[in-house]
């Protein structure tokens, strides 16, 4: 079964640093690219960047470049979103999707589960 | 920046309803464009990718149309399993995808 499992809730005070991660099995984990979404409470989703885990291409939203980092670690199938000072803004819903590409056309055909991440004092 | 506007923002219908929505994008897109439908607390799922090809599983109640600028995607007969949130995306500026603000279809 093709799947992105993502790591577990968190909650973390303003100015700490985190790490989330999505790891993905049944493909082949280096053929895909794999983007970020946003979602903040009761809003909509919004387009954070991606990744190509083979050579670790990663292209920004302008709207999140310098505020994330995203990074790919190919040896064990897994994806990585990261803050280096977080802020309450950050509080939201994040997902990781699979692009996939048909007739060359892309769309998000596999989806994580979701990690919430809450931000407060 | 393509900016996707989605009409309308909610709506209510009925089950066996036909259902419309629509999505513009302000600029062309030719057909690079996405369908999703999210439930609460549940991650987003493909319906429609490229404008009107039915992503596999999808039941065929659902379809999409459209090229250009203007998209539809429509819900022939409206299930109870289908009262959810839908989302248009472009993906025509490369790896920089935009997402259509919602339309929540609640029950009338």
């Known amino acids: 079964e093709v799947q992105l499992v993502q790591s577990g809730a968190e909650v973390k005070k303003p100015g700490e640093s985190l790490k989330i991660s999505c790891k993905g099995s049944g493909y082949s984990f280096t053929n895909y690219w794999i983007g970020w979404v946003r979602q903040m409470p009761g809003k909509g989703l919004e387009w954070m960047g991606v990744i190509h885990p083979d050579d670790s291409d990663t292209r920004y939203n302008p709207s999140f470049q310098g505020q994330v980092s995203i990074s790919a670690d190919k040896s064990i199938s897994t994806a990585h979103l990261q803050w280096n000072t977080l802020k309450a803004s950050d509080t939201a819903m994040y997902y990781c999707a699979r692009l996939q590409a048909m007739e060359g056309y892309y769309s998000m055909d596999v989806w994580g589960q979701g990690t919430t991440v809450t931000v407060s004092s | 920046d393509i900016q996707m506007t989605q009409s309308p923002s909610s709506l209510s219908a009925s089950v066996g309803d036909r259902v419309t929505i629509t999505c513009r994008a302000s600029q062309r897109i030719f057909k690079y464009l996405n369908w999703f439908q999210q439930k609460p607390g549940k991650a987003p799922k493909l319906l429609i990718y490229?404008?009107?090809s039915l992503q596999s599983g999808v039941p065929s109640r659902f379809s999409g149309s459209g090229s250009g600028t203007d998209f539809t995607l429509t819900i022939s007969s409206l299930q109870p399993e289908d009262f959810a949130t839908y989302y248009c995306?472009?993906?025509?500026?490369?790896?920089?995808?935009?997402f259509g603000q919602g339309t929540k279809v609640e029950i009338k």
């Open positions: 490229a404008a009107s």
């Open positions: 995306q472009q993906t025509y500026t490369t790896l920089l995808y935009t």
